[in-house]
């Protein structure tokens, strides 16, 4: 996470409290980061509902309970965080329209949901942003994309900016390139436990135990992610440290080489940016 000390944002409502949501939540209610106006969430159960509002600085409605939450959730907020699933934002934003406030900034985290799409449902007057944060937000480590709607000016993404810097990196880009940014930060998270899949199994078949390769590969995971940051090197000339001539880690490098790792990312990668495109495309009329 970034240095979240003094922090100031205004009145925040976030529709929907999974698991994204529920992250994001998590840094805007960190020490030194300070929410003028308290912060209002929606979530369908009324267990949930309960359990946000026991969170400091945080106002709870359950929909199931009160079909006016939304609404009442987004009244007076400044900014308006849309964390539901994609095919729930339509009528969530036909919902909503009438009780947002000129120059209200609303946020989407819903994947695949376009900025016109957006635009298309609420007022001239509201700003729309579109985010694409990671999973790794749950522990203040994410990077999200972020990319500016039609209406949004300089100072309204830096507010956006600033919300999603309390729960880690944030990187600006056209909207056009989101759906690439998707198959990097947001889908590589998968990738990565992919990776630490197959060296523990790799390490159980070696005759390790559970355990024991869970320690081994884990924290080689986290102690070669962290040397890359703290080093600043290239991750390449990092390895080549680590790459003895003629020595164990040469061949096991050899081996991994002639699987040609960048062209098989370049089309894990383009196959799930072909999936992105199919779900943003409008569903066809029936």
């Known amino acids: ?21 529920r992250a994001i939540l998590s840094g805007l209610t960190a020490p030194g980061v300070e929410v003028t106006g308290g912060i209002r969430v929606t979530n369908r ?8 509002s026991g969170i400091p600085g945080v106002t709870a409605f359950a929909t199931e309970q009160d079909g006016a939450a939304n609404r009442l959730a987004v009244d007076g907020a400044a900014i308006v965080i849309v964390a539901v699933k994609p095919a729930m934002v339509p009528d969530l934003l036909r919902e909503i329209a009438s009780s947002l406030n000129p120059g209200t900034i609303v946020v989407s985290v819903a994947a695949g949901v ?24 749950v522990v203040g480590k994410a990077v999200t994309g972020i990319s500016s709607g039609g209406r949004s000016e300089p100072e309204d993404l830096q507010l956006v900016r600033s919300l999603f810097e309390t729960v880690g990196e944030v990187v600006e880009v056209p909207e056009s390139q989101l759906d690439a940014l998707s198959t ?25 135990t559970a355990e024991q390769a869970r320690t081994l590969v884990n924290g080689t995971f986290l102690g070669a992610s962290e040397l890359l940051v703290a080093s600043g090197e290239d991750p390449a000339e990092l390895r080549r440290r680590v790459t003895s001539p003629n020595g164990t880690t040469e061949r096991a490098i050899e081996v991994l080489a002639s699987a040609d790792l960048p062209a098989l ?21 029936p």
């Open 45 to 52: 159960s009324a267990a949930r509902a309960a359990e946000l």
């Open 1 to 21: 996470m970034t240095d979240t000390q003094n922090v100031m944002l205004p009145t925040i409502a976030m529709l929907g409290a999974g698991s994204m949501g």
């Open 114 to 137: 376009t900025v016109a799409t957006f635009e298309s449902l609420l007022p001239e007057n509201v700003v729309v942003v579109r985010s694409m944060p990671n999973t790794p937000a």
């Open 265 to 285: 990312f370049t089309r894990a990668t383009d196959a799930a940016l072909a999936r992105a495109q199919e779900l943003s495309r409008p569903a066809p009329t």
């Open 184 to 208: 990097i930060s947001g889908s590589g998270p998968a990738y990565v436990f992919f990776l630490v899949e197959a060296l523990t199994a790799a390490a159980v078949e070696k005759g390790f």
